[in-house]
Every structure is written in C-alpha cells, then in structure tokens.
C-alpha cells in the first residue's frame, strides 16, 4: 500500500564512489588549465581552466577562477566561473559565480550560485559518448 520513498541524493553523483586520482592541497596555487580523464579533489586554488572526464571536488577552502567540465562535479568551495557537467552536486559551504548547464542538480540548503542556470538532460546525455574534453 505504501511505498518507501527512494533516497535520490546518492542517485545525483557516483564520484564519491570513484578513486580520487589526484589532489591539490590547501596552500597550493596552480596557474594554468588542468586537463585529463580521472577524478580530482581541489583544495587550494587554480587559476584556470579544469577538464576532467571523470569528476572534480572543491573542497571548502578550495577557490577556482575559470571553467569547469566534468562529469560529476561536487562543490564545497567556490567556482568563479562557468560550469558544464552532467551531476552537479553544491553543498551548503558552497558558492558559484557563473554560469551552470548541468543535467541533474541538487542543493543543499545554503549553497549559493549567481549566474544563469540551463538544465540540458538530453543534450548532456546525448554527449555522454563524446567526451565532455572537446573544447
């Protein structure tokens, strides 16, 4: 008669189930584009570009001047620019300042973005096959 209500927050993102091939420490400044297929965890700040296949972490001291592109992006820190993923997931900590085109989102209550908002599931999708990289 009654159904349990599935929990969709562990539906949004799988990179917490990825391995984290790579972090950028608190106190670490890179300058320049960070391109490849794993997965990273950001905790200092990067004054580029970041495409990633896989997924990218800003942790909460973790700052981002530039664009990110990935899979799956979680967010606890803060991203000044624009932003193309297939799950997004912003924490509460988090905050971004441009433009968001994600096929799924969620927010937890205090999380902040200022900026447009396009949600394109089936563009996002269709591009599954082709690697979010092509810039």
């Known amino acids: 008669m009654f159904k349990k209500k599935e929990n969709n927050s562990s539906k949004v993102t799988n990179l917490d189930k990825l391995p984290i091939t790579t972090v950028i420490a608190h106190g670490i400044t890179i300058h320049g584009d960070i391109i490849g297929e794993g997965a990273i965890r950001i905790d ?9 296949d896989k997924g990218v972490i800003l942790g909460e001291k973790a700052e981002v001047t530039g664009t990110i592109k990935s899979n799956s992006v979680i967010i606890f820190g803060k991203l000044l620019g624009d932003l193309e993923c297939k799950q997004l997931h912003l924490k509460s900590s988090g905050r971004i300042d441009g433009d968001m085109k994600v096929a799924t989102l969620e927010v937890e209550m205090g999380g902040q973005y200022n900026g447009s908002l396009k949600m394109d599931t089936l563009a996002l999708q269709a591009g599954e096959e082709q690697k979010l990289l092509s810039v």
């Open 44 to 52: 200092g700040k990067i004054e580029g570009n970041v495409y990633l």
